[in-house]
């Protein structure tokens, strides 16, 4: 969802495929160069500067003589920036008419591009290398499990497919199905948490509007994005009825516990007192008020969360209040 929401620019690809990725990135701005030597000078930068090993791929049945990208022997978070500015340097070192030295000179610089990495999705969710721990990214995003708000059993999906030639035929039309499989899957109300570290992504960020426009997409894609397994199956299109967006000055809190005894029917209900309960204790007994809290909601089952923030908002009023706080806040603490 974040590739609709952000410019591809300021997000991040993961691949083994970094050669092939680079070398787009090269002949894109010069589709002229010959591309055996293209591929030879982007593995060098990637592998003599940037210190990413590189392996040949395993070889497929029937493929032919044509040169094959290296790949890197691990996936690699790497944003789109950094394959821009590391396709400058590979057309400077073909260019210099000595890749090798030229690239062993600039090795530093070559470093410092991969190293400082500001997509908003690297910076969000993360970046370890084994291999080189100076190109590791620190999280500033952590994302819990969803569980049941009530207690759940586990349910069954029989399926069968016929086939329609043999059903058609006088003479097999009781033979049976053709196929047949069982799908585990179970109905209930949903408690989703996440938390970002907004600090620690304008950190990595260096921008206060870049890290407010990336909490707000956070929020959006985290509330509104839908798994896509088994969608064709149970048409799992549901938006959530209930989000509660709090912005403290103190620590992340997690108000799972509210959930540890299964809510009983009517569970959107019984789940939002619950879960209101919870948030007030903890901001009474631990002094850990938010400095801001807005309410999503949908229904009369879930008003008891108005009480968290004096009303309800609206989708796009929510996202708007969190990006210009945010902006506001880390512009103050700059000051």
């Given amino acids: 969802m974040f590739r609709d929401l952000l410019d591809p620019k300021d997000l ?22 010959d591309h055996d030597v293209v591929i030879d000078a982007a593995g060098q930068v990637l592998k003599g500067g940037a210190g990413i090993k590189l392996a040949a791929p395993r070889a497929k049945k029937d493929a032919d003589n044509e040169k094959r990208f290296e790949q890197s022997t691990y996936l690699l978070f790497l944003g789109n920036r950094q394959y821009d500015k590391l396709s400058d340097i ?27 990495d500001r997509s908003m999705d690297v910076a969000l969710f993360g970046r370890m290398v084994a291999d080189d721990t100076d190109l590791n990214v620190d999280a500033s995003a952590q994302v819990a499990h969803a569980i049941s708000v009530q207690a759940v059993d586990p349910e069954s999906d029989f399926f069968t497919a ?4 043999k059903q058609d035929s006088e003479e097999e039309g009781d033979s049976g199905a053709a196929m047949l499989g069982e799908v585990e899957f179970n109905a209930a109300t949903f408690y989703r948490y996440a938390n970002v570290d907004v600090n620690r992504l304008d950190d990595t ?62 569970y959107v209900e019984n789940a939002t ?27 009369e089952d879930t008003k008891a ?11 796009r009023e929510m996202l708007d209040g969190v990006q210009e706080l945010i902006s506001a806040r880390i512009a103050q603490e700059q000051e």
């Fill in 12 to 33: 991040g690809i993961r691949t083994k495929r970094v050669v092939e990725v680079l070398v787009e990135h090269v002949l894109d701005k010069n589709p002229q160069l």
């Fill in 273 to 299: 007192k619950a879960l209101v309960t919870r948030q007030q204790e903890f901001d009474k007994v631990y002094g850990i008020a938010p400095v801001k809290t807005w309410v999503v909601r949908i229904g």
């Fill in 90 to 116: 590979v057309l400077d070192a073909i260019e210099s008419g000595d890749v090798k030295a030229f690239v062993a000179k600039s090795k530093k610089d070559i470093k410092k591009i991969v190293a400082d």
């Fill in 305 to 315: 969360a108005d009480s968290l923030a004096g009303g309800s908002s609206s989708m």
């Fill in 162 to 165: 016929v086939d329609d030639v």
């Fill in 205 to 266: 960020l260096g921008d206060a509007d870049a890290t407010a426009k990336a909490v707000r997409s956070f929020v959006e894609a985290f509330s509104e994005s839908m798994p896509q397994g088994k969608i064709n199956s149970f048409a799992h299109g549901t938006l959530p009825e209930l989000i509660v967006v709090n912005v403290r000055d103190s620590q992340a809190v997690n108000l799972v516990g509210a959930f540890e005894r299964p809510v009983r029917p009517d």
